[in-house]
């Protein structure tokens, strides 16, 4: 029985150093900058304060920085994000995360009252995926004429034509690449992603990321050459 329960007590050791590992590597993973020279983060309020000038030590060459979600809520941080990594000369963007439940003009609205026009900006992103606060699944010729909506907007008010960032689960219902003549930001874990009709120009390679200048995960982005 005590050579059971030890035997037990070993393999349970084990397993739990080989998760360590495994987490820590997963942690301090990014794809190779051989294969893919330009890198970068996106962040929202949920990433605390962030350490721009140590962040673009550690290879940060980009940042997206959520500005706003749906039609009324402005991320708490953005301005200072903005700020911080300007000032790190951090490249960076603003991202809106659009909600099925809420007019696109109203979603534009207050995309363009919250993000300045400015030059030297990243044309602007929207994440379409789906939000458990919201349950309206609309068909998707309605879909499509929502987002052309905003788009253009949006697009009008920076002046660049704008990256659209798509889930798999929002993709596969929509299939907004077919629909869409945009570039393309798709999401998978370490291994790249072919969910889309249209290959991809940006990929977020991990949600799990720990880097210097941020407390917790971060999104890694990277830029198809």
């Known amino acids: 029985m005590r050579k059971t ?11 739990l150093v080989i998760a360590f590992v495994l987490h820590n590597i997963a942690v301090s ?11 970068g983060i996106s962040v929202d309020e949920t990433s605390g ?11 940060v060459d980009f940042a997206y920085i959520q500005a706003t979600r749906g039609a009324e809520t402005r991320d708490a941080n953005f301005a200072a994000n903005v700020s911080g990594a300007r000032e790190a000369g951090i490249r960076y963007g603003a991202l809106h995360n659009y909600s099925l439940c809420r007019l696109a003009t109203d ?34 010729a309605l879909v499509l004429s929502e987002l052309n909506t905003f788009l253009n907007q949006i697009e009008s008010h920076s002046g660049k034509r704008a990256i659209i960032a798509v889930s798999r689960d929002f993709e596969e219902m929509y ?5 869409m003549d945009r570039t393309f930001w798709l999401e998978a874990n370490f291994f790249p992603p072919d969910y889309a009709t249209k290959p991809w120009v940006m990929w977020r390679a991990s949600d799990m990321r720990r880097i210097s200048g941020v407390d917790g995960p971060i999104n890694w982005n990277v830029v198809r050459p």
């Open 29 to 39: 993973w990014a794809p190779s900058r051989d294969q893919y020279p330009v890198q």
């Open 107 to 140: 979603q534009a609205t207050i995309f363009v009252t919250t993000v300045p026009r400015a030059e030297n900006m990243l044309p602007p992103a929207v994440r379409l995926a789906f939000d458990h606060g919201c349950g309206e699944r609309p068909g998707r």
């Open 5 to 15: 329960v030890f035997s037990i007590a070993v393999v349970a050791v084990v397993l």
């Open 175 to 179: 299939n907004i690449s077919s629909g």
């Open 49 to 59: 304060n962030i350490g721009w000038h140590v962040a673009g030590a550690t290879g």
